[in-house]
């Protein structure tokens, strides 16, 4: 089903062991601070001198107007990946080969409660693949087709559920509009309570 710029696919992943590989993860100080620092944490590196920060933002350098890095490049799993997270990877790069493209970088993304992303391109992809790992019904993607064209909204509601973000060099940004239920605390972004919306984000290359 098409929606917007959002497709959604009839793949769905098993995710019942997945909160605890999650909190596994965040007991790491090094993921921890990741996501804390830049709201994503990167498991594919581009060497294995492995580091939750190599991939993380976007891999357009806008001072220089080059790119910083190539998407293809990442291909070293950090060793502290949930295993569920890999058998995503790999089960999405078999669909992707039938449609023509490669995957790159793998990340963990999260938008925290009363938060916006600036309005931005991704140049690097042609298009990137999500899996809503937690969400609630107050976050919206927008994107904005064409110069004077009106916004449009589009949502991956489906927790485990494959979707792509078709068109990533269109201008887009996405909104969590939920409140926040946990009080500020040192293990705030530990809660498995709070309104975050976090998704397994997979860049791709063309073939």
């Known amino acids: 089903m098409s929606t917007s710029n959002i497709t959604e696919y009839p793949i769905d992943f098993d995710l019942r062991f997945l909160n605890h590989q ?39 350098d806008y ?21 569920t997270f890999i058998e995503m990877y790999e089960t999405t790069k078999k669909f992707a080969l039938n449609i023509g493209l490669g995957l790159g970088r793998c990340r963990l993304m999260r938008l925290e409660p009363c938060t916006t992303l600036s309005l931005h391109s991704d140049p690097e992809d042609p298009m990137r693949f999500h899996v ?8 919206v993607f927008i994107s904005v087709p064409g110069p004077l064209q009106l916004a449009v909204l589009g949502t991956m509601p489906t927790i485990g559920r494959l979707y792509s973000l078709n068109d990533t060099q269109a201008p887009h940004s996405a909104i969590n509009m939920a409140k926040r239920l946990v009080p500020d605390s040192p293990t705030w972004r530990l809660s498995e309570t709070e309104n975050f919306r976090d998704h397994l984000v997979i860049d791709t290359y063309k073939l």
């Open 132 to 139: 809503p790992i937690r969400t609630n019904n107050k976050c």
């Open 22 to 60: 999650i909190r596994e993860l965040l007991s790491l100080p090094e993921a921890l601070d990741c996501i804390a620092k830049h709201k994503q944490i990167s498991f594919l590196n581009r060497s294995s001198n492995h580091s939750f920060e190599d991939g993380v933002g976007s891999l357009w």
């Open 63 to 83: 001072t220089n107007e080059r790119f910083w890095a190539s998407t293809n490049e990442f291909k070293y799993w950090h060793p502290s990946t949930p295993h």
